[in-house]
């Protein structure tokens, strides 16, 4: 999994630097995981596997929407999708 931590978080890092954004999503990034770190239990809904993805991208939106840059949100709504959303942290570190 490190690897895709360096592919996305790189992937991530060049997209926000050709839109000259690379504060803002950072910015966003650590929110968010700031918020995962505090809260495991929301991590471990988004990767209940008894829920559909598409709950789970509706509670994302419902916790970010707004708040953190759109790039952010999306980004974390892939990792869900991808039911890699523990790679967050390798991702942040890549970016």
């Given at each position: 999994m490190k690897a895709a931590g360096k592919e996305y978080g790189g992937a991530l890092y060049s997209l926000a630097a050709e839109e000259h954004c690379e504060d803002q999503v950072l910015?966003?990034?650590?929110?968010?995981?700031?918020?995962?770190?505090?809260?495991?239990?929301?991590?471990?809904?988004?990767?209940?596997?008894?829920?559909?993805?598409?709950?789970?991208?509706?509670?994302?939106?419902?916790?970010?929407?707004?708040?953190?840059?759109?790039?952010?949100?999306n980004f974390v709504k892939i990792l869900c999708e991808k039911s890699a959303i523990d790679i967050l942290p390798q991702c942040i570190s890549e970016y």
């Open positions: 910015e966003g990034l650590r929110l968010v995981q700031g918020l995962f770190e505090q809260n495991p239990d929301y991590v471990r809904l988004l990767s209940n596997p008894a829920i559909t993805v598409k709950e789970h991208l509706a509670l994302l939106d419902e916790a970010f929407r707004g708040s953190v840059q759109p790039y952010v949100l």
